[in-house]
């Protein structure tokens, strides 16, 4: 019923940058939200940023002042720009959508993407 695609996954350096894109498409309701979550070697899946029906945004503390998420420019889009990675944010980067106008835990997602790898190297 509702679609989500990732893309702009990759490798880079230490220190580096990489800007990740998440389109969703079908019938979206007027609440829906999404958020981005990431599943990282040996570890259970995370939040690691959100954007609330009405604009509010959270970030997980691991992440925060060093990623940013936004709206694009086409409607029901939202981008990641995660800046200064470090080796520990290698991981499985997957968009989720939700309907009830929030997405900051598991069980509010309906829709997950099929993920996008990220490696980071030193």
């Known amino acids: 019923q509702v679609h989500v695609v990732e893309s702009g996954g990759g490798s880079v350096q230490a220190g580096g940058s990489l800007k990740l894109s998440c389109a969703a498409s079908?019938?979206?309701?007027?609440?829906?939200?999404m958020g981005w979550y990431r599943q990282r070697p040996g570890l259970e899946r995370e939040m690691i940023a959100t954007?609330?029906?009405?604009?509010?945004?959270l970030y997980a503390d691991s992440v925060k002042g060093r990623f940013t998420i936004s709206q694009g420019n086409a409607e029901n889009t939202l981008h990641l720009q995660m800046n200064s990675l470090k080796p520990g944010d290698a991981a499985m980067y997957c968009c989720?959508?939700?309907?009830?106008?929030?997405?900051?835990?598991?069980?509010?997602?309906?829709?997950w993407g099929r993920g996008s790898q990220l490696t980071v190297s030193t």
């Open positions: 989720a959508g939700c309907g009830d106008g929030q997405c900051g835990t598991i069980p509010e997602v309906n829709y």
């Open positions: 079908g019938y979206i309701y007027r609440t829906f939200a």
């Open positions: 954007k609330h029906f009405g604009g509010r945004i």
